[in-house]
């Protein structure tokens, strides 16, 4: 993982980026990200998790949000780091209920605040794996839920895959579509370079977070994982 991660790194490619970050996204994936964000939401009806106040982490430009809202929480806070991609954000989401922010979620102080924390396809571009667990520890309540919808390293046919997918089709259709000489490279190589799900799931179990929750969405490759902060 030597990709530099800075959020004022990764701020500058998602604003360079987010005029069209729905459109590659919906089209790389045929539209079945919006099901794999919708099955977090089934999850949450499935289980009855407690869902009054949730946290949309790194929400981008919305999508998980806007799904999020189906639950009729109380209140949602969603945050990213980038201006660009929130506001196109704003233009899908009206309710009084969101509360849409820019900043690093590393910088909220809301400690054992949070029935529910999501996020979806944002946890590989933290610089420090371990201190974004860390943190999500702290904002929710004890037996509160950690929702990760990612993109993991895999082996095999799925690795193979995987890597002719992100390195040779995706990462030039992007960056043709987008204008961006990296956006999409990085996208590989933060995919290549990221952890496999065992490795992910190890760590947040180490964090204090028990899995209680694996789905395979495809391939093995992307995957949702529900975690349980453990109670007092």
């Given amino acids: 993982m030597t990709e530099n991660k800075s959020p004022e790194k990764i701020a500058i490619m998602f604003n360079e980026i987010s005029g069209v970050y729905d459109k590659v996204n919906h089209l790389a994936t045929l539209n079945i990200d919006k099901k794999w964000r919708r099955g977090i939401i089934e999850m949450i009806k499935q289980d009855g998790i407690q869902k009054d106040k949730i946290f949309d982490v790194a929400s981008g430009t919305g999508d998980q949000t806007v799904e999020l809202l189906r639950l009729d929480p109380q209140e949602i806070l969603s945050c990213d780091i980038s201006e660009g991609m929130l506001e196109i954000q704003r233009r899908k989401i009206k309710s009084e209920r969101v509360k849409i922010i820019n900043e690093d979620f590393m910088n909220i102080e809301l400690k054992n605040y949070f029935d529910i924390i999501t996020v979806s396809f944002g946890f590989r ?25 990612e993109i993991f390293r895999t082996e095999g046919i799925s690795s193979r895959l995987s890597n002719l997918y992100f390195g040779k089709v995706l990462s030039k259709f992007g960056n043709k579509i987008s204008a961006s000489n990296y956006a999409y490279n990085y996208l590989y190589s933060s995919v290549s370079g990221y952890y496999s799900l065992d490795e992910f799931v190890n760590i947040g179990k180490g964090l204090g977070f028990r899995p209680v929750k694996v789905k395979n969405n495809f391939l093995k490759i992307v995957n949702t994982i529900c975690f349980r902060k453990h109670e007092r």
């Fill in 125 to 149: 571009n933290f610089k420090n794996q371990e201190g974004a667990f860390t943190k999500m520890h702290s904002l929710l309540k004890p037996g509160g839920s950690l929702f990760v919808l």
